[in-house]
């Protein structure tokens, strides 16, 4: 029980910001309770906090980084906010969507706090204790264009954290497009400990895009919760490229009729990464839809957890959810541990979850070869298409690009292979 709470004095010991009193003192209540968890907390099973509670971090620099060390992030023909160590940068910013109203954090409305809760782990806690910066949005239409929200590590040292708290809020009838990327121009062992909230009203949209390149050294928590209510949809795509240890926690909850969310993600692992996904959907409604779908690549000495929990409260009838996680391990000495998981409660549902874990397929590769293509580019190309599975899904042409660029970057470096997989 012991590790459970190791450190915790320590960092409630760190000053506060002002703002959030309240919310703040009951987060700190909650880190006196619960720790931070331990060998014996389920949820952190084959993820061990430990990493993260080595060191009592200090609050990352704020630093200047102009426009011309950003231009490669930058994407054209959408609205931009930049964080440089978790601090807006407003000259760096571009957003005149009048749809939209954008603060930072310190004057979000009242539903801070209210989507995710301090006591669901010792690392949203935290960060509720000692956030000082991020977003809050407010969509009251349909947005003309995406918004692409950067944050950016920069000259950041090993022992320092960034912490954002971020608020999305869909009013009625609103749509937008959303992009969050994560990216560090040096390479530091520096820890992002981020939560975001997401309020979805009635007959909302919300397509949400994560795009993480931390730095290969870099430790990543985040914790995303979602209200959804009636005739809302909510559709993310997470795609996990950096970092040394990655943890995120996507949480929905489906409290009307007809809402419906579309989670998917890839994660694409090398070296020693460590990227754990734990998702939770839970129909708390009557004729509420959910799909997920996941897909994995590891290779060399990497590991993957997912864990996607689908819960049908009772009384929750004529529901429909699907979810599934398809792994393609290249090493025999890299490993994932998979568990997707229905708990039902009510008797008229459809329901269906799987989880696959496989090799490349030898015939498609002495296929390929058979045409002509290098047993190392075959095997390049087949792992390529598995992972752009999910990527095509991304109908929205801008973000299509960049998902799609990544991707070709983290698989080679070789003009002509990337020539072959355009």
């Known amino acids: 029980m ?109 539903q801070l706090g209210k989507v995710v809760s301090s006591a669901q782990t010792g690392f949203v806690a935290l960060n509720t204790v000692l956030f000082e910066h991020g977003y809050s949005i407010e969509i009251s239409d349909t947005l003309s264009r995406p918004l692409h929200i950067l944050h950016v590590a920069s000259d950041v040292a090993d022992n320092q954290v960034i912490y954002n708290r971020n608020l999305i809020i869909g009013h009625k009838n609103s749509n937008a497009e959303i992009i969050e990327q994560f990216v560090a121009l040096d390479d530091a062992a520096y820890w992002r400990n981020m939560v975001s909230e997401v309020v979805l009203n009635d007959n909302a949209k919300l397509t949400y895009y994560k795009l993480q390149q931390e730095a290969s050294a870099a430790k990543h928590t985040h914790f995303m919760g979602v209200q959804q209510l009636e005739h809302s949809l909510f559709t993310s795509f997470n795609i996990d490229l950096g970092g040394q240890l990655v943890r995120n926690d996507l949480h929905t909850t489906l409290q009307a009729v007809e809402a419906s969310c579309d989670l998917q993600g890839i994660y694409l692992l090398k070296e020693k990464q460590h990227v754990d996904n734990h998702t939770a959907i839970n129909h708390a409604h009557a004729i509420t839809y959910s799909n997920e779908y996941y897909k994995g690549i590891l290779q060399d000495k990497s590991r993957a957890v997912f864990n996607g929990r689908v819960l049908v409260e009772p009384d929750a009838q004529k529901i429909d959810s699907n979810q599934k996680n398809d792994n393609l391990l290249l ?92």
């Open 2 to 110: 012991k590790a459970r709470f190791e450190n915790v004095d320590d960092y409630l010991d760190q000053k506060r910001p002002t703002f959030a009193s309240q919310l703040r003192k009951c987060a700190a209540e909650d880190m006196r309770t619960f720790g931070f968890p331990g060998l014996k907390t389920e949820s952190w099973k084959y993820t061990s906090a430990k990493v993260l509670l080595r060191d009592i971090y200090q609050p990352a620099n704020d630093v200047d980084v102009t426009s011309a060390m950003l231009k490669n992030h930058f994407i054209a023909d959408t609205d931009r906010l930049v964080f440089i160590n978790g601090i807006l940068s407003e000259s760096l910013s571009d957003h005149t969507n009048s749809s939209a109203i954008i603060n930072p954090i310190s004057k979000a409305p009242q």
């Open 331 to 422: 090493s025999a000495d890299c490993e994932i541990d998979t568990k997707p998981e229905l708990e039902i409660y009510a008797d008229d549902v459809k329901c269906a979850h799987g989880a696959t874990v496989g090799q490349l397929d030898e015939a498609a590769i002495f296929y390929l070869q058979a045409r002509g293509i290098t047993d190392i580019v075959a095997r390049k190309m087949l792992t390529f298409g598995f992972a752009y599975e999910v990527a095509e899904n991304i109908k929205q042409p801008l973000i299509h690009d960049v998902v799609k660029k990544a991707l070709l970057n983290w698989f080679s470096s070789d003009e002509t292979l990337q020539a072959l997989l355009q």
